[in-house]
């Protein structure tokens, strides 16, 4: 005899027949399980809690190539040109230097040459003329010169001076082994300090600073005591 039981309406309910093996049957699923709603996910996104996939990615893409702290950003390749530019700016800027350094010593050198092939032409030139102002101070010396011999030896003398030749040597010069040729030492001389010309036998000549013929001296020495 079944047991029946009475359904929540008040109906009466018909209880289950027993298995074979003696054991009640299950309950049916919706018996054995309460009714579950699904767990409400808070809206993460909506909070700001959690970044989405767009949100990583770009915060990624911004870190990447990014330099660590204490390291020196890399060069872009503008940089890169800029600084290899400088840099042959800099290497032509010293080359011209050098070039101009190297064409200003070329440019005295050519001068000086220059100058030295003409004083060695003047010198050239200059030296046998003066034999022949030798001979016109000896004719001076024993007397005046007068007419055409005189305008002669005026104009000459004149043209070796504007060559650059000049005389030195005059009585009284203190001796200058540099300048002077001593012929002799004809005594002493009480009114002279050091060793001086006393007698001019030839004058000297030079062209500028270089001695073209010393002068030929007869020198007296200071008298002793």
């Known amino acids: 005899m079944t047991e029946d039981h009475l359904t929540p309406e008040g109906e009466p309910q018909e209880a289950a027949a027993p298995s074979p093996?003696?054991?009640?049957?299950p309950d049916t699923a919706a018996d054995q399980q309460p009714d579950q709603q699904p767990d409400q996910q808070p809206d993460a996104a909506a909070d700001g809690q959690v970044d989405g996939p767009d949100t990583a990615a770009d915060d990624a893409a911004a870190t990447e190539g990014a330099p660590?702290?204490?390291?020196a950003a890399e060069p872009t390749p503008e940089e890169d040109e800029l600084t290899v530019t400088k840099m042959a700016l800099e290497e032509r800027t010293l080359d011209l230097q050098r070039l101009q350094a190297e064409f200003l010593?070329?440019?005295?050198?050519?001068?000086?040459?220059r100058e030295l092939i003409k004083e060695n032409a003047t010198y050239a030139a200059l030296t046998p003329i003066i034999d022949v102002l030798d001979t016109i101070d000896r004719a001076r010396e024993h007397e005046p010169l007068e007419g055409?011999?005189?305008?002669?030896?005026?104009?000459?003398?004149?043209v070796v001076s504007g060559l650059g030749l000049a005389k030195f040597g005059e009585v009284g010069d203190p001796f200058d082994p540099e300048l002077h040729e001593a012929l002799s030492h004809i005594g002493t001389d009480p009114e002279v300090e050091v060793t001086t010309c006393k007698v001019i036998a030839k004058a000297g000549y030079k062209i500028?600073?270089?001695?073209?013929?010393?002068?030929?001296?007869l020198v007296v020495d200071p008298a002793e005591g």
């Open 148 to 158: 055409g011999f005189k305008a002669t030896a005026e104009q000459l003398e004149r």
């Open 105 to 113: 010593n070329y440019k005295r050198r050519v001068e000086r040459d």
């Open 208 to 217: 500028g600073d270089r001695v073209v013929r010393a002068a030929q001296v």
């Open 68 to 71: 660590a702290e204490g390291e």
């Open 21 to 25: 093996g003696g054991d009640p049957a």
